[in-house]
């Protein structure tokens, strides 16, 4: 039976981790290396590096840390994060990593996931969905998210883009949902199970994790693959063995 | 050890691949060329991506009948074990043919996700080297959307909906499903036993 997948997300600016609001106050963590080890030793099942590096100069000089991680990590990672063409996507692939995930890039151009999958198979291509409830109770997709000056709600349904992102290529799907994240009550299950039921790929949660119950009810009751989360797992609240033991003791298929 | 090749099939993984083995202490080229893949002591076949593309690759480089008279351990990894049977739905061209079976479009069902995507587990079928100090039940890594079913080639199983192929051998040719360069201890093992062969 397939595992559900643990993933830590650790955010990436000029080749170290950091942790902070997205574009601000950023505090260094340590080195990628160090922290991609220390997950993979306590079992964390794949891990995602969202680099936000601001200017794709640099990004493209300190993209060298992918190649690093590749050569110490046996465990699957995905790389998301200023990915916007065949190019920059092979330059990440080749370097090591086994995912690109794409974001606003593929609301801007959605060809650009066909393209991807075109030249690299849909299992190397993750797409990125950032969504927010609007007034009216529909759940739209938000662009540009990284920086809050430059946030853009559209007029798509994150739910139809999610079903035009897997017809178009996308072999994966993060669906992030901003009503939940960086609260820690819980993700939010109305929308991943509404998400899930017109998902035929695999999909991840992102958003809302504070406790392990939160990872119980996700699994159980969205059925989804895998659950995303950064900072539950980078303070220390919550250890990825325990974590899998208690997910393991209500039924939850992982890997020990 | 010496002499082990990864085939520079065109695939995204093969640093992947390359890297595992640094980590077992071999460095292992990336060779396109017949004579140095008949000269070397174990040969890999990385690739990922698309059974068609892979095989007119192979004939570009005019190494089809050198892989296929190979004597040596050959193993391939994900699309390179697929490339390893008869033919795949995913392609009009042949591949290697050195196992006589299809490679089949995983079948989606309710509540089955394709590509079949993450850790999963390994059931043994038969002993074999290959298998030395892995149990049933240890998960590796998948990551594909057509499979081989099982058979006299299986050496261990897995299942999605349906029981398929994970690591295949017949005479010196081997095969792996999933990702063994990111299938952490376990996937660190089944290479070591294979260069150990």
Redesign the interface.
Same mark, same amino acid.
């Given at each position: 039976?397939?595992?559900? !997948?643990l993933i830590p997300c650790l955010d990436v600016k000029d080749g170290q981790v950091v942790k902070g609001v997205r574009f601000r106050d950023h505090v260094v963590m340590g080195s990628i290396v160090e922290l991609a080890l220390r997950y !993979?030793d306590e079992g964390a =099942?794949e891990l995602v590096f969202y680099d936000i590096t601001a200017s794709p100069q640099q990004r493209q000089v300190e993209r060298s840390w992918v190649?690093r991680v +590749?050569?110490?990590i =046996?465990?699957?990672f995905c790389v998301a994060g200023g990915i916007d063409s065949v190019a920059s996507a !092979?330059e990440v692939?080749? +370097? /090591?990593a =086994?995912k690109v995930s794409i974001n606003s890039p593929a609301l801007s151009r959605p060809q650009l996931i066909g393209e991807l999958a075109d030249a690299? /198979?849909?299992?190397?291509v993750v797409v990125g969905i950032d969504s927010l409830r609007d007034e009216d109770g529909e759940w739209r997709v938000r662009q540009f998210t990284g920086d809050p000056a430059k946030t853009r709600a559209l007029a798509r349904r994150s739910l139809d883009w999610l079903e035009e992102a897997v017809e178009r290529g996308a /072999?994966?799907i993060v669906l992030n949902c901003m009503g939940a994240d960086g609260v820690r009550q819980g993700y939010d299950l109305e929308q991943l199970v509404a998400a899930r039921a017109r998902c +035929?790929?695999?999909?991840v949660a992102s958003g809302g994790a504070g406790m392990a119950a939160h990872f119980v009810d996700v699994f159980r009751h969205a059925?989804v =693959?895998?659950a995303l989360a950064a900072s539950v797992f980078h303070s220390g609240s919550i250890a990825i063995p325990a974590l899998k033991r208690e997910l393991a003791a209500n039924g939850v298929a992982v !890997?020990p | 050890m010496s002499g082990v090749v990864l085939v520079d099939g065109g695939g995204t993984n093969i640093g992947s691949v390359r890297h595992a083995l640094q980590r077992l202490g071999v460095d292992a080229p990336l060779v396109t060329e017949a004579a140095r893949i008949r000269a070397a002591s174990h040969v890999i076949l990385p690739g990922v991506g698309a059974a068609g593309p892979a095989m007119r690759r192979l004939r570009e480089l005019d190494l089809v009948d050198t892989l296929r008279g190979l004597t040596q351990p050959v193993l391939g990894v994900c699309l390179g074990m697929q490339l390893l049977f008869r033919a795949s739905s995913e392609s009009e061209l042949p591949c290697l043919g050195l196992i006589d079976a299809m490679v089949e479009k995983l079948t989606p069902a309710a509540g089955l996700r394709i590509p079949h995507m993450g850790w999963n587990a390994l059931q043994r079928v038969r002993d074999h080297a290959l298998l030395a100090g892995i149990e049933s039940g240890e998960q590796a890594y998948f990551v594909h959307s057509y499979a081989a079913s099982a058979g006299a080639w299986t050496l261990a199983a897995c299942d999605h909906g349906q029981r398929f192929s994970a690591i295949v051998q017949k005479d010196n040719f081997h095969g792996m499903q999933f990702h063994p360069e990111r299938s952490a201890g376990v996937g660190s093992r089944l290479l070591k036993n294979f260069l150990a062969l």
């Amino acid at each position: 039976m397939l595992s559900r !997948r643990l993933i830590p997300c650790l955010d990436v600016k000029d080749g170290q981790v950091v942790k902070g609001v997205r574009f601000r106050d950023h505090v260094v963590m340590g080195s990628i290396v160090e922290l991609a080890l220390r997950y !993979r030793d306590e079992g964390a =099942d794949e891990l995602v590096f969202y680099d936000i590096t601001a200017s794709p100069q640099q990004r493209q000089v300190e993209r060298s840390w992918v190649e690093r991680v +590749a050569e110490v990590i =046996d465990i699957p990672f995905c790389v998301a994060g200023g990915i916007d063409s065949v190019a920059s996507a !092979r330059e990440v692939l080749m +370097a /090591g990593a =086994d995912k690109v995930s794409i974001n606003s890039p593929a609301l801007s151009r959605p060809q650009l996931i066909g393209e991807l999958a075109d030249a690299f /198979g849909v299992q190397c291509v993750v797409v990125g969905i950032d969504s927010l409830r609007d007034e009216d109770g529909e759940w739209r997709v938000r662009q540009f998210t990284g920086d809050p000056a430059k946030t853009r709600a559209l007029a798509r349904r994150s739910l139809d883009w999610l079903e035009e992102a897997v017809e178009r290529g996308a /072999g994966e799907i993060v669906l992030n949902c901003m009503g939940a994240d960086g609260v820690r009550q819980g993700y939010d299950l109305e929308q991943l199970v509404a998400a899930r039921a017109r998902c +035929a790929v695999p999909l991840v949660a992102s958003g809302g994790a504070g406790m392990a119950a939160h990872f119980v009810d996700v699994f159980r009751h969205a059925d989804v =693959d895998a659950a995303l989360a950064a900072s539950v797992f980078h303070s220390g609240s919550i250890a990825i063995p325990a974590l899998k033991r208690e997910l393991a003791a209500n039924g939850v298929a992982v !890997r020990p | 050890m010496s002499g082990v090749v990864l085939v520079d099939g065109g695939g995204t993984n093969i640093g992947s691949v390359r890297h595992a083995l640094q980590r077992l202490g071999v460095d292992a080229p990336l060779v396109t060329e017949a004579a140095r893949i008949r000269a070397a002591s174990h040969v890999i076949l990385p690739g990922v991506g698309a059974a068609g593309p892979a095989m007119r690759r192979l004939r570009e480089l005019d190494l089809v009948d050198t892989l296929r008279g190979l004597t040596q351990p050959v193993l391939g990894v994900c699309l390179g074990m697929q490339l390893l049977f008869r033919a795949s739905s995913e392609s009009e061209l042949p591949c290697l043919g050195l196992i006589d079976a299809m490679v089949e479009k995983l079948t989606p069902a309710a509540g089955l996700r394709i590509p079949h995507m993450g850790w999963n587990a390994l059931q043994r079928v038969r002993d074999h080297a290959l298998l030395a100090g892995i149990e049933s039940g240890e998960q590796a890594y998948f990551v594909h959307s057509y499979a081989a079913s099982a058979g006299a080639w299986t050496l261990a199983a897995c299942d999605h909906g349906q029981r398929f192929s994970a690591i295949v051998q017949k005479d010196n040719f081997h095969g792996m499903q999933f990702h063994p360069e990111r299938s952490a201890g376990v996937g660190s093992r089944l290479l070591k036993n294979f260069l150990a062969l």
